[in-house]
T-cell receptor, first 111, second 115 residues
Framework: RKEVEQDPGPFNVPEGATVAFNCTYSNSASQSFFWYRQDCRKEPKLLMSVYSSGNEDGRFTAQLNRASQYISLLIRDSKLSDSATYLC????????????FGRGTQLTVWP | NAGVTQTPKFQVLKTGQSMTLQCAQDMNHEYMSWYRQDPGMGLRLIHYSVGAGITDQGEVPNGYNVSRSTTEDFPLRLLSAAPSQTSVYFC??????????????FGEGSRLTVL
């Protein structure tokens, strides 16, 4: 079983829409969780961390459900510039910097 | 603002050839790592280093060697290239403070094709 599972999409939504992505992780000992963004043919960049109590950063909201071992990302009022692949990332904490990446969910926002 | 610099950006090899992908960072980061990204798969860790002189294997180390003689540089060597090594390779770095908070700084990637 993969460490991190994501629906690859693609998700195609109009500008202004709300879209949500989920991912699941297999190791219950995982300690920290993140969403990265990767533009086409570019390097991944950290979008936001995911905290147990849930957290927001502008139009982005991240949630963590440890009991069900899933993480979500909600994007409100989608912009054209949100078009990218969103990577779900998990850190077990056992090895410094050792991150496990999901395959990513592709989002296209159309005008 | 160089950050993490990878060279070359593109490379075509023939099966059996060897080559080195270069990675340099100017942020004085202790932690450096190499990932590969293949279509339909997440980034997979090849090798990593927590400081000069210290390296360890990641998830998919076979066919690759690394060394870390300085804080700045972390080259990845392909010993005898195989078509299965066709991929996009990313070098990433972080300091101890951010490595466990999940923020890795990635280079722009090196696209390798093995014929």
């Amino acid at each position: 079983r993969k460490e991190v599972e994501q629906d690859p999409g693609p998700f195609n939504v109009p500008e202004g829409a709300t879209v949500a992505f989920n991912c699941t992780y297999s190791n219950s000992a995982s300690q920290s969780f993140f969403w990265y963004r990767q533009d086409c043919r570019k390097e991944p960049k950290l979008l936001m961390s995911v905290y147990s109590s849930g957290n927001e950063d502008g139009r982005f909201t991240a949630q963590l459900n440890r009991a069900s071992q899933y993480i979500s990302l909600l994007i409100r009022d989608s912009k054209l510039s949100d078009s990218a692949t969103y990577l779900c990332v998990v850190n077990r904490g056992s090895t410094l910097g050792r991150l496990y990446f999901g395959r990513g969910t592709q989002l296209t926002v159309w005008p | 603002n160089a950050g993490v610099t990878q060279t070359p950006k593109f490379q075509v090899l023939k099966t059996g050839q060897s080559m080195t992908l270069q990675c340099a960072q100017d942020m004085n980061h202790e932690y450096m790592s190499w990932y590969r990204q293949d279509p339909g798969m997440g980034l997979r860790l090849i090798h990593y280093s927590v400081g000069a002189g210290i390296t360890d294997q990641g998830e998919v180390p076979n066919g690759y060697n690394v060394s870390r003689s300085t804080t700045e540089d972390f080259p990845l060597r392909l010993l005898s290239a195989a078509p299965s090594q066709t991929s996009v390779y990313f070098c990433a770095s972080s300091d101890y403070g951010t490595a466990n908070t999940g923020e890795l700084f990635f280079g722009e990637g090196s696209r390798l094709t093995v014929l």
